[in-house]
Every structure is written in structure tokens, then in C-alpha cells.
């Protein structure tokens, strides 16, 4: 089933069920108000949620209506956790490359992950607020889970199933501030504002086939003030699934109802044409591209963001659809 | 006023409000269920609370019962942010001068500051559960904020007035873990498990004129297995008050309602006695012990907790009495 948030003026939103061809919503009143509320009694209300989704795609549903992305917050407008990984090695080693540095060994056995800020999360067509343009903004297009209790200890196995729902990610980046950031030691902070999710969650059997093993095979498009600047495969090149993720959290705490945790930047490898590496799929993040034209060129030439400057990152099903509707931002001075 | 949470078998608890000499309690029940509810609205729900406070300090709460420790969950059981800065950079300087590191700079106007996880966190009676003693079992004795909603952009001033409730913290650490993980460059995760909170939060009034310029005049006391280990002054060695931590957060976030933003371990500077330096008050974590004990004989002796080992963190007021509450924990392995 598909779940949304919409926005009325309260800080957790209302719960909808989103038909599957995400035309038409209903709230969830009478189950659940708000999606937290859902995941903390997962297993009595979501077979309730999903008897309203079958009758919303039947075209039964009393009380339907048009539903409106721009209408929605994140599915999870605040979150008692964001946890993201960097399960893409391709991307930390084409980062690395860029600057002449080494991968370690370590990085292909135990994941990178840092604990991101959840108090305050976007939904898919809120602005990008940043102070300035000068701490370099940029987008990372990634996929992220919401889980339901995962115990202290778990395996990657059994934390794998406790993925309730997925959804799409923008982990907004200021690359600016990252290396002095990251030199304090401590890992990043300034250097991550709020990210945005989807205008829907979707629980995993929405992807069919496509969902194996913790992985998302299929097609992650990003789109750059409306040019497609990346069309990666989030399948194969995920070198962390998301129940090691999961039970890399889970190694020396519990990890309670709606956690949120991300993939990291989607990535794919480089292929050899006519004697250069190219990465025809392009880049789901501006720093992966830097990264890129160093490796080719020997220095960077596209800027990251600028106010004004639009971000979209969607994927589509086998048949063509969109699943989780598309993250569509702005990018937008804070006002004062 | 004071409040508390006890558990009630739901994941966030139900608010009571605490006597200010912490013998009787009533729950806030008509007021608000919760913490984070009190919080989201606190203008309108702080007040009627604050009611309650006074009749029940008036022995005229006709629902009053005994309070117990035991009974509580964190103040906020889960939150939808745990900041934790590291505001006494004597700690900093003491661990670094250990290993022969020196203190950049930048940390003496910047603070550090990591994201905990903050979707399970501990009531001031529960045992902290570790996978294994291996891991290097460390207590450290904080000081902790709740704050209301702050702007992204707040000044330092702006942001203390965000300020709504303090408390004590343990925030444990797996001080083995560390190195590993802050080589890998994005900050703790594993290495900070479940974060402990005293049984009570008080608005900043409740602190009389030792609360000042966003810093708490007065001492915590720390217990280990019985034995008073610190009793180290929280006001005059925080190089970062708390709105200048808060403002940390906010400068390209908003920060939310219910957000927790500690202070780092509590510490303060040595004193030379018969041309050798000492440190008489004593530490707020063994990694501090063991620090002095390296700069003094050349090695550390004190070895970290084990099974069974207990934690008692505490601050009292001017007139002797026990402001929070005491956090009173014991370390227990992880049942399989």
C-alpha cells in the first residue's frame, strides 16, 4: 500500500492512503491519524490501511480525493530517528579518487553511516532553505526504509524484516562546509539541513520483483532545473543492503518504530568507452559529478546550486509509473 | 515546575507533574498525555502545568501520590533530536593532551557537537545494556536542555530563550569503539548506545540565580559503584553556553520543539598542589580519569565499567536538595 502525510497545519500532519496509481487519497481517520502513530501498532492498523487501499483502488472509497503532492509533508514530518549510510562504495571511491585518497579496506566490510537531524523534515515540495549560496548546495538522490522495532544485536536478516515502508530521498549537502566539519572529527552537522522524502511511503510489496534482498533494482532519475542528470540503477551497485544497514545501527542499541534510514548517494560504476571512463548513467549528487570531471579532466567545472536553481528525483516502476511521486524542490535564500 | 514521565507500557509515557522537593507527583492528565504534547504547544499547556505544580507543592493536589524514581522513562522517552556539544573544552584538552594531540584553534569558538540517536532513550533506572564489557563501558555525567522551537539563523541570545526544561544525562559511551569509528570520518554511531536522563526536568526558574547566562552554577556529582568519583562545578569551565550550542544547531536548521541539546561531559581545569597538577573535583567520565592518569604517571590504571558496575549521577541545590532527581543505573550485558 502507499501512505502520505498531508499537511494541516499540525506538526505530524494527517495520515492518507494514496491509491496506487497515486490519482486519488483518502484519510485514514477512524485508523490512524498520523503515520508514527501507525507504525507504533503496526500490525493491528496497517491490515486496516491496506483494506482502504484496496477499496481506493477499486474506485469504493467514499470520501476519495485528487491527491495533491504539493500537499503533502514528509510521510514523516518529524522522526524519533534519520540514520543515513553511504552503502554506495562507487560513490565514496570516485569521491576519494577525485582527491587522490585510498579507500579503505574497511569501508567494503563495515558501513558508513551518520545519525542526521529528524526534528524538522521536508516534504517533497517545500523549499531547500539555505543561509547562502557560498556553502555549497547540493542534492543527494537516495532511497531510504522506515522500519518498525528491531531488537539490540539483530542480524542483517532479521533486521531486514523490520523494513515496513520505503520512500525516496534528498539528503541536501552543503559541500562547503563538510571539510571543516569533518576535520572537528565528530562527523557532519551544519553541513546537513532538513531533508526531503517522497509524497509517498510505500511498503515493500509495491515494488514487486524489484525489491531483492534488501536492494531496490530499479532506476533512480534525478533532474536538474528540469535537465535529467541521472538515471542510476539502485540495485547492483549497493554494496551495503538495508538490513546491514539496519543491524549496523542495531550493534549496540534497539531501533525503535520509525526509524528512517537511508541508502546514501545512488551510484554506478564507470565504464570504459573509446579508452576514457564515462559514467553514461550520470550522478544522483553535483559532488559525484566534480568528482567525475576531476577523474577526466583534472579539475571540477560544474557549479553546485544556486537560489532558484529546481531538483527532482523520481523513480517508476517496471510499467512505467511513478511509485513514490517525485521530490520536486526549490532552492531558496532564508528569508530574514 | 518539575516534570516527569512514568511508564505506563506506552512508548512515551505519561506526563506527571513533580513536587519542586521531589516526594509527591500527579499526573497531568486533562492537561497533557505527554512531554513532546506539553512541548508542542507550551505557551498554552505550560501554564495550567505550572497550576498543578503550585497546588500540589501545597500538599492540595488531590490525586497526589508518593513519587519513585523507579517509575520513570526518560522525561521524553523517544525525541526527535539528541545534540550533544562537548562545551568543556578542558575535557577536550585533557583527553588530547593524553595522547600528545594538541587543541586546534577553532575548537575554543566553534563547539563540537554530534546527532545522537534519540528514538530509545533510558529512564534514570534502567539498566544500560551492552553487548560486552570489551567495548569499554564509560559513563559521562551531562548537563541537558529541552528547547521550543528556535529559527534557523538564531543568535546564541535568541536561542537560550528557547530554553524549556533541564535535566541530567548519562551519556554512555563505548570508548573502544571510538577510534575505529571516528577514523572512518563521519562521527560516532556505535560507539554512543541508549542515552539515560535524570527522572525529572525543570524549567529554568527552578534553578534560582545558578542558572546564568545559560550555564548551571552549580555542582554534579557523580557515584561509581558507591564511591563519590566527581563533583565537578558545571558553571565556570563551559567554554559554550547553551544558547551559543543551540545556535550551533539552528545556523543552517530550524531547531523544534522537544529538541535535547547536552553539554558535553562536565569538566574543570586542574590545580598545581606541591608542583604537581591535580585535579581535585574529580571527573565525569572514566575517560577523563584515565587521561589524567596518562599526564600524571605516564598510564592509565582506572579500567572501565563492567558487568554489574553502577552509575549515580546527581546535582543538588543551594539548600542540599536533589534538583532532578538522581540518574542510578547499573550495566548489564545483553540477554540473547
Known amino acids: 500500500m502507499k501512505l502520505a502525510t498531508y499537511k494541516d497545519g499540525s506538526r505530524d500532519g494527517q495520515l ?44 469504493k472509497a467514499r470520501h476519495a480525493f485528487a491527491f495533491d503532492p504539493k500537499m503533502c509533508a514528509a510521510p514523516l514530518p518529524r522522526a524519533f530517528q534519520w540514520a543515513d549510510g553511504s552503502a554506495y562504495i562507487n560513490h565514496v571511491e570516485l569521491v576519494r579518487a577525485a582527491r587522490g585518497a585510498e579507500v579503505p579496506a574497511s569501508f567494503y566490510t563495515d558501513p558508513l553511516m551518520y545519525q542526521g537531524g529528524s526534528d524538522d523534515l521536508l516534504g517533497p515540495c517545500d523549499d531547500v532553505v539555505v543561509p547562502s549560496e557560498a556553502m555549497g548546495i547540493d542534492f543527494e538522490a537516495e532511497i531510504a526504509v522506515v522500519t518498525g522495532d528491531v531488537p539490540m544485536g539483530a542480524t542483517p536478516e532479521q533486521a531486514l524484516e523490520g523494513v515496513r515502508l520505503l520512500m525516496l530521498a534528498n539528503d541536501v549537502s552543503l559541500r562547503n562546509l563538510i571539510p571543516n566539519e569533518l576535520a572537528k572529527g565528530f562527523g557532519f552537522f551544519q553541513s546537513k539541513p532538513a531533508t526531503a522524502f517522497s509524497p509517498v511511503a510505500v511498503t515493500p510489496d509495491e515494488l514487486g520483483d524489484a525489491w531483492v534482498g534488501g536492494r531496490v533494482h530499479l532506476t533512480l532519475h534525478s533532474s536538474w532545473n528540469g535537465r535529467k542528470v541521472g538515471m542510476c540503477d539502485a540495485g547492483p551497485d549497493m554494496t551495503f543492503h538495508f538490513g546491514q544497514l539496519i543491524a549496523h545501527i542495531a550493534k549496540t542499541r534497539r531501533v525503535r518504530a520509525g526509524s528512517i534510514v537511508g541508502s546514501g548517494t545512488v551510484s554506478n560504476q564507470g565504464v570504459e568507452q573509446n579508452g576514457r571512463m564515462e559514467w553514461p548513467k550520470g550522478y544522483s549528487c553535483i559532488a559525484e559529478k566534480r568528482a567525475i570531471e576531476t577523474l577526466q579532466d583534472g579539475a571540477p567545472k560544474t557549479e553546485f546550486m544556486k537560489f532558484g536553481d529546481t531538483i527532482r528525483i523520481e523513480m517508476k516502476g517496471k ?18
Chains 1, 2 share one sequence.
Request: glycine share 6%; aromatic share 8%; hydrophobic share 45%.
Open 16 to 59: 492518507v492512503v494514496v491509491s496506487r496509481d497515486l490519482s486519488t487519497a483518502h484519510y485514514a481517520t477512524g485508523i490512524a491519524n498520523t503515520l508514527q502513530q501507525a507504525l507504533d501498532d503496526w500490525n493491528f492498523i496497517a491490515p486496516q490501511l491496506q483494506d482502504l487501499f484496496v477499496t481506493l483502488n477499486h474506485g
Open 319 to 336: 510499467d512505467g509509473q511513478s511509485i513514490f511521486g517525485a521530490i520536486d524542490q526549490e532552492i531558496a535564500p532564508l528569508a530574514r
